[in-house]
Structure formats: structure tokens, C-alpha cells
């Protein structure tokens, strides 16, 4: 299967209320060129090197999220140009977002990256710290950030009753959030969640974005033992 095709089957696997991101991580600017003449303009990235290499390289219409943790000293290097930050992950980030986005004259959409998973992973915010973020008197002082919505990574484990959980856990905090915070305000439309291994899972509990990469463009892994 091609590029092309695995877009054009999970299309129709997400249904047209869903939003599929390609993530392209590692992977060759051509093989997000053929992507992009396939219809798809999402792209995620994790970090800000690849992100910027490509951006140079490919059409000016891409929109461009960032998927992995974001240091503070490297906001400066998207805050011209990217659609999304999905992974924001703490209030001196934002607030380092929204300085650059207010100096490029840009109003950026973020997702608070919430941590659901049951593992050692060091990025994402828990469901106390969101909500303190969100009542702090720093964030309404913030005018070029806009939060759209969450993102939330499941464990990596082959358990579908935990994953499912996960992501129930995550849908209810959302919509609990959307209450408190954001009632009137429709732009808080985004619950990203779901990757290659689990988006059906995301999709049955309430995701409106997945973030699909090794389905799309193949694995990751470098297979070495191969002739080509
Ligand atoms: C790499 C990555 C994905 C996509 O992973 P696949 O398993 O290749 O679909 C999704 N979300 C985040 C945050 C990632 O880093």
C-alpha cells in the first residue's frame, strides 16, 4: 500500500468528524510530499529541528503541529509559522508561546498535553495542574494563545480495557473542562488522542483528532538486515 492509500483508508476508517493528523516524524520530506498530493495538509512533528527542515522544504499551506515536549529556549523558532502546539505542558511554556506568538503578530492554538498514562514518562500535566493553570491570573493575561483543547498519550500496552479507560478518563476531564472554563467558547472544539496502535479505541471514546504515523508512512524502526 502506498502513501496515498493509507490515507485514503483511514479517511474513511475516521469518518469525516475526526481529524486525522499524519505524523511524519523521521521520516523524509518526500514521503510527506507524496502525502500532501494525496490531500493531506496536517502534519505533526516532535521536535523543533524537523519541524523547521521541513517547513523550508515543502508548501507554504501545510499546517504544522507539534506533537513532543517543547523547550522554552526553542518557541522562538515556530512561533512564525505553527498551526497547533499540542503539547503544552506547563504555564511558563505558555507564557513563552504567547510572548513569541505576540512578537510574530499571531494568535497560536494550543492543546494542554494532559498525562493519562500509567507509566514513567516524564511530560504532560496532571488533571490538577490543568485546572490550576487554567485559574491562574497569569493565563487571562495571555491574548496570542489560544486554547483549543487537550491531548492525551495512552499506555503503550496491548491491555484495550486499560487503554479504553485511559481514554474515557480523558474524554470526561474534557468535557468537565469545556464546562468550567469554556461554556461559551467554540473554538475549545479538540480532544487529541489516539495513535496507530489505538485510534479506533480514541475514536470510540470521544477523540475528534488522531495522530497516525507508522500507519500512514510505515514503521520507524531502521531495519538494518535488509538489502534495500
Ligand atoms: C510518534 C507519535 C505519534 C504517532 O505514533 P504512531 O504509533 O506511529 O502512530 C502520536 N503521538 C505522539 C505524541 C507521537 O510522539
Redesign the pocket.
Known amino acids: 500500500m502506498s502513501i496515498a492509500d493509507n490515507i485514503k483508508s483511514l479517511k474513511v476508517e475516521t469518518g469525516p468528524k475526526v481529524t486525522l493528523l499524519a505524523?511524519s516524524?523521521t521520516k523524509p520530506a518526500a514521503d510527506l510530499q507524496e502525502a500532501y498530493d494525496a490531500g493531506q495538509r496536517l502534519f505533526?512533528e516532535?521536535t523543533v529541528q524537523e519541524m523547521v527542515d521541513k517547513y523550508e522544504q515543502l508548501p507554504k499551506d501545510i499546517e504544522w503541529h507539534l506533537?513532543?515536549h517543547l523547550q522554552t529556549n526553542k518557541v522562538k523558532y515556530i512561533a512564525p509559522f505553527v498551526s497547533m502546539i499540542?503539547?503544552v505542558d506547563s504555564l511558563k511554556l505558555l507564557h513563552e508561546i504567547n510572548k513569541h506568538a505576540e512578537k510574530a503578530g499571531r494568535i497560536i492554538d494550543c492543546l494542554l498535553q494532559i498525562y493519562i498514562a500509567d507509566e514513567e514518562t516524564k511530560y504532560g500535566l496532571g488533571f490538577d495542574e490543568a485546572i490550576e493553570l487554567l485559574r491562574s491570573d497569569e493565563f487571562v493575561t495571555f491574548n496570542n494563545v489560544r486554547i483549543r483543547g487537550l491531548?492525551g498519550?495512552a499506555t503503550n500496552t496491548d491491555n484495550e480495557k486499560q487503554i479504553k479507560e485511559e481514554y474515557y478518563e480523558l474524554k470526561t476531564f474534557f468535557d468537565g473542562i469545556k464546562q468550567s472554563y469554556f461554556r461559551k467558547i467554540d473554538t475549545f472544539d479538540t480532544l487529541s488522542m489516539g495513535?496507530?496502535?489505538d485510534y479506533k479505541l480514541a475514536i470510540e471514546q470521544g477523540s475528534t483528532m488522531v495522530?497516525?504515523?507508522?500507519?500512514i508512512f510505515g514503521s520507524?524502526v531502521i531495519k538494518h538486515w535488509k538489502n534495500n
Request: aromatic residues 0%; without cysteine.
Open positions: 505524523v516524524k505533526g516532535n506533537i513532543g499540542q503539547s491531548m498519550i495513535m496507530s496502535s495522530r497516525v504515523g507508522s500507519t520507524r
